[in-house]
């Protein structure tokens, strides 16, 4: 058997996620567009590519897994927000208080300050490392779902080499050589999307009738 091997294609899976920073606005969303026809693999072909970033992108596991990382980033940012709020308020405190502060409160109220702002920094430190480390947890996770529908294609294909669209700076190739629409689909079969939880059956109120009836055994 063939070995698989896609050069460093599968240490950047998972599409990237936002910056630490500030929390990513709601994009509108797009209409879905059309899935292009797919284009016949060529007869004897034994080289083919895929696009790993599309895989990432469109793939049911691909959207999951970066859902989880923009979650956690997102409650991070919520966090550092209210701690740069409270900061903001003591800053504002000492500034309008210049003239009223006693010389001991004032005092505090610095060392208050300075506590605040490490806190904020040490955060914002650990918030990032813990952001980092998801999603370089959920890459490997996703590294080791995927490669053996990759394994598996390759295989049934006779290939010889299989490129990484993105890395292997593929010019001009024939479309049936893309064979990225493909592992998409066997991929998400093989891993699908959890289902969205039901919501909870709705419970009617009880006929006025009966509960005119309840409201006289009560009385």
Partial sequence: MRAFVVAAALSVMLAAAPTFAQAPAAAPAAPPA????EAPFPAGA???????????A???????????????NT??????????????ASQQKLDSGASVLS????AQLEKDIDRQQTDIQRFTDDAQKEVQDLQNELQL????KLGPIVQAVFNEKK??????????GVLIADPGLDLTTEVIRRFDAAN???AAAAPAPRRDPPPRRRRDRQRRKTR
Wanted: proline share 6%; net charge positive.
């Fill in 141 to 144: 996770e996703f590294q080791q």
């Fill in 34 to 37: 059309a899935p292009a026809a």
């Fill in 46 to 56: 034994k080289y083919a590519f895929v696009n790993i970033q599309r895989i990432a």
């Fill in 103 to 106: 010389e001991p409160a004032r």
């Fill in 192 to 194: 699908p999307a959890p």
């Fill in 159 to 168: 290939l010889e080499i299989l490129f990484s669209a993105t890395d292997a």
């Fill in 75 to 88: 409650k991070k940012v919520t966090e550092l927000n209210d701690k740069n709020k409270a900061l903001q």
């Fill in 58 to 72: 469109e793939s049911a596991q691909g959207k999951v897994l970066s859902l989880r990382v923009q979650a956690l």
